[in-house]
T-cell receptor, first 114, second 114 residues
């Protein structure tokens, strides 16, 4: 158990819908990362937050947005969903968000878009 | 544009032998490299890392080698154990424009046969 929690574990929805994925970092960690893992592919870095502020941005689609709240939990919002958005979405947290800080990953949310 | 590549989707080795997993990268600005291990239905867990000022880092049965001129890194597991069977991802970070972004390979599935 990494100490990072993600809800829900599974999510099935239809094209065009909007969903919200939630992540609670490990106690004491200030930085949160979001990753997408599509079928048979590696993890794609989406976005990073540190203490409520966006720190780095990867190949995150405009239909996706995220935020980190004052209690440090984070949400990833996916809208106008397409079939290709079906993937595993991982959240990770680290102490300070520097490259050298170890990231601890949650178990992931499996999103299926029908 | 995949900046980190793992060209072997799978690898099978006998228990007690050496496992060698390979990874290539294209961006010479990367200065920090990591290996993660992932079991089914779990998030990735950090295994070992190396910064670009070193060419080798060892942690127990795991050793990572970095060849900067070839833009290549490898993970050696000696001796391999059945519990090492998992998907291994290499990742890279660093550089002036990529400080907080992480780039992952597509993974190599290691099967250690008893």
């Amino acid at each position: 158990d990494s100490g990072v929690t993600q809800t829900p574990k599974h999510l099935i929805t239809a094209t065009g819908q909007r969903v919200t994925l939630r992540c609670s970092p490990r106690s004491g960690d200030l930085s949160v990362y979001w990753y997408q893992q599509s079928l048979d592919q590696g993890l794609q870095f989406l976005i990073q937050y540190y203490n409520g502020e966006e720190r780095a941005k990867g190949n995150i689609l405009e239909r996706f947005s995220a935020q980190q709240f004052p209690d440090l939990h984070s949400e990833l919002n996916l809208s106008s969903l397409e079939l290709g958005d079906s993937a595993l979405y991982f959240c990770a947290s680290s102490v300070e968000g520097r490259s050298y800080n170890e990231q601890f990953f949650g178990p992931g949310t499996r999103l299926t878009v029908l | 544009d995949q900046q980190v590549k793992q060209n072997s989707p799978s690898l099978s080795v006998q228990e007690g032998r050496i496992s060698i997993l390979n990874c290539d990268y294209t961006n010479s600005m990367f200065d920090y490299f990591l290996w993660y291990k992932k079991y089914p239905a779990e998030g990735p867990t950090f295994l070992i890392s190396i910064s670009s000022i070193k060419d080798k880092n060892e942690d127990g049965r795991f050793t990572v080698f970095l060849n900067k001129s070839a833009k290549h890194l490898s993970l050696h597991i000696v001796p391999s154990q059945p519990g090492d069977s998992a998907v291994y991802f290499c990742a890279a970070s660093g550089g002036l424009y990529n400080f907080n972004k992480f780039y992952f390979g597509s993974g190599t599935k290691l099967n250690v046969k008893p």
